[in-house]
């Protein structure tokens, strides 16, 4: 590299805050974009989305489960029947049917999206006692489940 592609370099991620090269054509206006979103996730009829095509504009899934900004986190980890672990943070106050869906999900994606997950059960083993975790309304802050393993265990 010479002098002056360094400089260029240098001159774009000062100044454009990346070394990216800049995009040939306009971006999108606030309110070509306030237009796209309305027409794709209100699905607003009287909305017109016309955004230019060298415009992209990701679009990333909303987890409920997930803490707010400010929440308090639940991290844990459960192990399936095979062996394999899966982790995940909730909001301390989510249900613990949150994480009963979120383990009948990942059953469905290991069985490569069969709709029939058999029936389970989730257990956490602590020293020589096993506490079977309810789908119920209370929330996993009262179950004291956080940094905990959880076993799910197929109903035989």
């Known amino acids: 590299m010479d002098v002056d ?3 260029a370099s240098f001159a774009a991620v000062t100044m454009h805050g990346s070394n990216r090269p800049q995009a040939s054509g306009q971006a999108a206006t606030v309110d070509e974009l306030t237009a796209y979103f309305r027409a794709i996730t209100m699905h607003d009829a009287g909305a017109t989305a016309t955004i230019r095509p060298q415009v992209s504009v990701p679009v990333a899934p909303v987890d409920q489960d997930e803490p707010a900004m400010g929440e308090e986190a639940c991290t844990l980890r459960v192990r399936l029947p095979d062996g ?3 982790c995940k943070t909730f909001g301390a106050g989510r249900p613990a049917t949150a994480l009963f869906r979120y383990c009948h999900s990942a059953l469905a994606a290991c069985s490569g999206g069969a709709a029939a ?3 389970f059960r989730l257990l956490r083993l602590a020293g020589g006692q096993t ?4 789908p119920d309304e209370s929330p996993l802050r009262d179950l004291g489940l956080h940094h905990c393993t959880i076993h799910l265990v197929f109903w035989v």
Do not use: S
Request: hydrophobic share 40%; glycine share 0%; proline share 15%.
């Open 5 to 7: 592609e360094l400089m």
């Open 131 to 134: 506490d079977e975790i309810r």
């Open 84 to 86: 394999r672990f899966i």
């Open 117 to 119: 997950t058999p029936p």
